[in-house]
């Protein structure tokens, strides 16, 4: 069986700057350079991001005034794909809306051929997001050791399908190699040593991916102050702007998040965030966009997102939604999935009512690999797609939403 990827390009002749494979090469917004390098084309992912992409054309633009269109086609396994059904793909429909949608994918996924033959689905997902390897005990085990196999497999397996790419995450107090956290740095040590990791890590992927979630869950719990870690205990606010700017330096076409869970609805720890995110770019920190992250609970969803998340946007930055799932209090029966439904069709509505609302991540995509059932056993089925790659009311919810 195989599906068609359909490409935008466009021919332009005489460019004499040219953007290399994997960079950004139009959108709205974007003033840069339009036209891709010999091999590559222009791919025209949403309204706002266009994509240098391996192609046949001797160069190529994101010109809409010069668009025509081409196809690649690849061969899948005998698995059907989710849009076999007659389903416009929930990534399809998001662009017609200027947005995207997409999902975290892990690396023991690489090894299931059905799981990856969904994935792959540029239809459903326009979007992949590497979700642990890009972790710094992945990528910088020990000090000023470099690892990046396990985030390179995820991020070609996305290349290969021409799914753009978020990177995730760079500073955060999890998944964080002891020698950092319990190195006893002074403040110039600590500084040092995040521009360095940040540096490396972002110049290893430099074009390639075009979000960064730069920090990660830097808000305690409780909304009145930075949550406690090694960065805020011995620089204060200040390890977010040394972050932010060395990501800039590092890769300045790539769009750099603050992502945090629990900042759904306004209450006092996305008001926190707010006036966080405001002081910070008042100093001149290069934040480009606050992630959400939204794992939610059915029937718990805040009223208050639509407004919440616009009160973001006023900044004059993006909004993405970055790792959407909505488990259910199990188990799980029909009124439930119901629930679940006008939950998801709920939070695609709010995103696709902000104009700055790019986009929407699910944190993977069938429940079986779902996070949920290891952290919360009593709560599960927080995907769209059940065990069985099968489309749950929440898919619909989703889908209807989107048209
Ligand atoms: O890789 C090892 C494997 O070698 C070992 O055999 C196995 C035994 O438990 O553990 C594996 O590592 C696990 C890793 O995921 C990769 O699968 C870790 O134990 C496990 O703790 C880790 O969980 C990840 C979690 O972040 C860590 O905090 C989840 O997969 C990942 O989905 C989750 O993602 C986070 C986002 O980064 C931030 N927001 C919340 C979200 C959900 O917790």
Excluded at 23 to 46: I, L, P
Excluded at 79 to 106: E, Q
Aim: aromatic content about 10%; overall charge neutral; some cysteine.
């Amino acid at each position: 069986m195989q599906y068609r990827l359909v490409l935008s390009l466009a021919f332009v002749t005489g460019a004499l700057a040219q953007k290399a494979v994997w960079e950004q090469c139009g959108g709205n917004g974007y003033t840069g350079v339009t036209t891709c390098a010999s091999g590559a084309v222009c791919q025209a992912y949403n309204d706002w991001y266009s994509q240098c992409v391996p192609g046949s054309a001797s160069s190529s633009s994101s010109s809409s005034s010069t668009k025509t269109t081409s196809t690649v086609s690849s061969t899948t396994t005998s698995v059907p794909t989710p849009t076999a059904t007659g389903d416009p793909g929930l990534h399809a429909l998001a662009t017609r809306k200027g947005r995207y949608f997409g999902i975290a994918m892990d690396n023991p996924a690489l090894s299931d051929q059905t799981y990856l033959s969904y994935a792959k689905n540029t239809k459903e997902f326009g979007v992949v997001t590497v979700g642990n390897s890009l972790k710094w005990d992945a990528t910088e085990p020990s000090r000023n050791s470099f690892s990046y196999d396990r985030a390179d497999a995820i991020v070609k397996f996305a290349e290969a399908n021409g799914q753009a790419v978020r990177g995730h995450t760079l500073v955060w107090h999890s998944q964080l190699p002891s020698w950092v956290s319990n190195g006893n740095f002074n403040a110039a040590e600590l500084t040092r040593i995040i521009e360095s990791h940040v540096t490396n890590v972002m110049t290893k992927f430099k074009g390639r991916l075009f979000h960064w979630d730069v920090v990660n869950e830097v808000v305690d719990d409780g909304g009145n102050k930075l949550r406690d870690s090694v960065f805020s205990r011995t620089l204060g606010e200040e390890f977010i702007a040394i972050a932010f700017r060395a990501a800039r330096k590092a890769d300045p076409a790539c769009k750099l998040y603050i992502n945090d869970y629990n900042i759904d609805g306004l209450d006092a720890k996305s008001t926190f965030t707010y006036d966080l995110v405001k002081r910070l770019l008042a100093k001149g920190v290069p934040i480009d966009g606050v992630g959400v992250q939204a794992h939610l609970i059915s029937g718990s969803v805040p009223g208050s997102i639509q407004e919440n998340w616009a009160r973001f946007a006023s900044l004059g930055v993006d909004v993405a939604i970055t790792e959407l799932d909505i488990r259910i209090p199990l188990p799980v029966t029909d009124a439930k999935l119901q629930q679940q439904k006008k939950d998801y069709n709920a939070v695609t509505k709010a995103c696709a009512s902000i104009p700055r609302c790019v986009g929407i991540t699910i944190w993977d995509f069938p429940d079986h690999y779902s996070w949920i059932p290891s952290v919360f056993p009593q709560e599960g089925a927080a995907l769209p797609w059940d065990s069985n790659y099968k489309k749950k009311p929440a898919y619909y919810g989703i889908q209807e939403a989107l048209q």
